[in-house]
């Protein structure tokens, strides 16, 4: 039995964390598994979004420390496979399809930057975030120092992970860094919603605008431009552009084929 389920809900890859009898610890196998549902979500053209989630009261209380010690002691971070897609965005390429996360209970450690590596974050209102590394001899090394200042500003940032601190899903909305906190068991179902929402529209204009958005973060305005123009040119040549002319004209909803 693996660590992981994958089942597809129309256009919607939805991806269970499913290891609740050990607080969906990550461990090296779990890790592996997520990182090839992120390849089907990107390689499979029926696949438009995903929905992470884990089974039981807690998303994560983190990672099993005793696999891990040894290879970060290596150098390396998370050790992405070939073919597979790094969940935690920091080892090759980026996932290209968005990624809704729902969370409940303890969101530690890796769950927070799992989590930071998404584009839309649902939350339970009791929900707890924690990034303890510093107090177990180590710092974050799957995308929270690269992350986290620039989502809840430096001094949050600083404050949760220099003491190793919890934050409540209170302080994450107001932070921004989750957009939504809902009642406990209903994070899934909304995350679904959303993500439904986000497959009803057009694929490939979905998928160039989060990389635009990416892009932009990392370079200047004037790069950021000239992507964002030579990148749109095949999403306006494309079917689906055609069909989002022809629904304006004729008052009714796109239907999108993802060409």
């Known amino acids: 039995m693996g660590f992981v389920d994958t089942r597809s809900d129309g256009h919607v890859l939805v991806i269970r964390i499913n290891r609740p009898e050990k607080y969906n610890a990550l461990n ?3 890790y592996h598994e997520l990182a090839q549902a992120y390849a089907m979500l990107g390689s499979d053209p029926n696949l438009r979004v995903a929905v992470l989630c884990a089974e039981g009261k807690h998303f994560t209380a983190g990672i099993e420390l ?3 010690a040894p290879i970060f002691r290596s150098g390396q971070s998370f050790p992405v496979a070939a ?27 890796w769950g927070v930057e799992i989590l930071l590596n998404s584009e839309i974050r649902i939350a339970s209102r009791e929900t707890q975030f924690q990034m303890l590394e510093v107090q177990r001899g180590l710092y974050p090394c799957g995308g929270a120092t690269l992350r986290l200042p620039r989502e809840i500003g430096w001094g949050n940032a600083q404050r949760v992970l220099l003491t190793g601190e919890r934050w409540s899903a209170e302080q994450a909305l107001r932070w921004g860094m989750v957009q939504e906190l809902v009642e406990p068991g209903e994070q899934v179902n909304r995350a679904l919603e959303i993500a439904r929402t986000v497959a009803d529209a057009a694929p490939l204009a979905v998928q160039g605008c989060l990389q635009a958005t990416r892009y932009a973060l990392e370079h200047d305005r004037a790069e950021s431009v000239t992507q964002m123009m030579r990148d749109l040119v095949p999403v306006m040549t494309s079917e689906d552009a055609a069909e989002g002319v022809r629904s304006f004209i004729e008052r009714r909803k796109a239907v999108f084929a993802g060409k």
């Open 66 to 68: 005793d696999e891990w």
């Open 28 to 30: 090296v196998a779990m």
């Open 83 to 109: 073919g597979e897609i790094d969940p935690m965005g920091v080892n090759g390429p980026l996932h290209s399809k968005p990624v809704v996360i729902a969370v409940q209970g303890y969101c530690f450690t």
